[in-house]
């Protein structure tokens, strides 16, 4: 791994600042470092929330193969993934990826203990699960077993025996819309008054699709695979589109076997 931007303040070891960028594995706790959330806005640092996304997409802009990211991946990406959740409050995900993903609750890492506890955090992120049917499966792990409660997000509309069996599960809902539907700026804005402010939306593309034109969107985080395609798979956000396209700014880029580790900020501050 190494660091192609900046080029400098990311390798902290480099004998020579102004030499080439290291080429070594990162740690963990440097991977931490480099993805370090923003400190909160508000003096308090309460109710600021901040909406990083993490995704993968080959170099023709394919988000899936085989109707998963796995293929797509790879072991740097992988361990960016554990970092992003290590820093996070909660994990927000839509309802198809963690079906189609076989989501699990998140664990809790030594490496980031330390970390998290000074930063007032739990020992793991929530999952956040956006649904409008709430057709998921509450027996499951990630409902039923996890370190910090389950939040199921959903409409006001929402199936009341489906929304009895997310509680008896041991699942937090909350409302975040009218009808069956969700609003997202208003997952943000809820999650936001839970104390959660350190958000990581994971997808899928109709979910980010809807963060993005909603302008909710801070920063993302995305890999570029060297890997082409093909076919018809969804790119890493759809949906109706945005009137202008927003212009985001690079805050970092990291390189490891041909994958390229980008992080773009919606302001250069
Ligand atoms: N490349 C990557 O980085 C990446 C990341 C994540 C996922 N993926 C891939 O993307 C695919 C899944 O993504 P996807 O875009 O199809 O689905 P998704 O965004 O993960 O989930 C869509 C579902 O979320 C719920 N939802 C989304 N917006 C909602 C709203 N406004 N109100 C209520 N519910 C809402 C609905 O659930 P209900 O149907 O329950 O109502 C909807 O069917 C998989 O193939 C996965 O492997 C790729």
Same mark, same amino acid.
């Given at each position: 791994?190494?660091?192609?931007?900046?080029?400098? %303040?990311?390798?902290?070891?480099?004998?020579?600042?102004?030499?080439?960028?290291?080429?070594?594995?990162?740690?963990?706790?440097?991977?931490? %470092?480099?993805?370090?959330?923003?400190?909160? &806005?508000?003096?308090?640092?309460?109710?600021?929330?901040?909406?990083?996304?993490?995704?993968?997409?080959?170099? %023709?802009?394919?988000?899936?193969?085989?109707?998963?990211?796995?293929?797509?991946?790879?072991?740097?990406?992988?361990?960016?993934?554990?970092? &992003?959740?290590?820093?996070?409050?909660?994990?927000?995900? *839509?309802?198809?990826?963690?079906? &189609?993903?076989?989501?699990? =609750?998140?664990?809790?890492?030594?490496?980031?203990?330390?970390?998290?506890?000074?930063?007032?955090?739990?020992?793991?992120?929530?999952?956040?699960?956006?649904?409008?049917?709430?057709?998921?499966?509450?027996?499951?792990?990630?409902?039923?077993?996890?370190?910090?409660?389950? $939040?199921?997000?959903?409409?006001?509309?929402?199936?009341?025996?489906?929304?009895?069996?997310?509680?008896?599960?041991?699942?937090?809902?909350?409302?975040?819309?009218?009808?069956?539907?969700?609003?997202?700026?208003?997952?943000?804005?809820?999650?936001?008054?839970?104390?959660?402010?350190?958000?990581?939306?994971? *997808?899928?593309?109709?979910?980010?699709?809807? /963060?993005?034109?909603?302008?909710? $969107? %801070?920063?993302?985080?995305?890999?570029?695979? =060297?890997?082409?395609?093909?076919?018809?798979?969804?790119?890493?956000?759809?949906? =109706?589109?945005?009137?202008? =396209?927003?212009?985001?700014?690079?805050?970092?880029? $990291?390189?490891?076997?041909?994958?390229? /580790?980008?992080?773009?900020?919606?302001?250069?501050?």
């Amino acid at each position: 791994m190494r660091s192609l931007f900046p080029v400098t %303040d990311l390798t902290r070891t480099a004998p020579d600042p102004s030499g080439p960028p290291i080429d070594r594995e990162w740690s963990l706790d440097e991977l931490a %470092d480099a993805y370090a959330y923003p400190p909160a &806005l508000r003096a308090d640092g309460a109710g600021t929330p901040w909406l990083r996304a993490n995704m993968v997409s080959t170099l %023709d802009g394919a988000a899936q193969h085989d109707g998963r990211s796995q293929g797509i991946s790879c072991a740097a990406d992988m361990r960016i993934f554990g970092t &992003l959740r290590g820093l996070a409050d909660v994990v927000i995900a *839509g309802a198809e990826t963690v079906r &189609l993903e076989g989501y699990r =609750p998140a664990r809790a890492r030594e490496a980031f203990a330390a970390r998290r506890a000074a930063a007032g955090q739990g020992p793991a992120p929530a999952v956040a699960v956006v649904t409008g049917s709430m057709d998921l499966d509450f027996s499951l792990p990630l409902f039923t077993e996890p370190l910090v409660p389950t $939040l199921v997000v959903t409409g006001a509309g929402a199936p009341s025996d489906r929304i009895a069996a997310a509680r008896k599960a041991g699942a937090e809902v909350v409302i975040a819309g009218e009808g069956g539907r969700v609003d997202p700026a208003r997952v943000v804005r809820e999650l936001a008054d839970r104390g959660l402010t350190r958000q990581l939306t994971e *997808g899928g593309p109709r979910l980010l699709g809807q /963060f993005v034109a909603a302008g909710v $969107l %801070d920063e993302l985080c995305l890999t570029v695979s =060297p890997m082409l395609t093909a076919g018809d798979a969804q790119r890493i956000a759809g949906g =109706p589109g945005v009137a202008v =396209p927003e212009r985001f700014f690079l805050a970092s880029l $990291l390189e490891e076997a041909g994958f390229l /580790f980008t992080r773009y900020r919606r302001t250069d501050r």
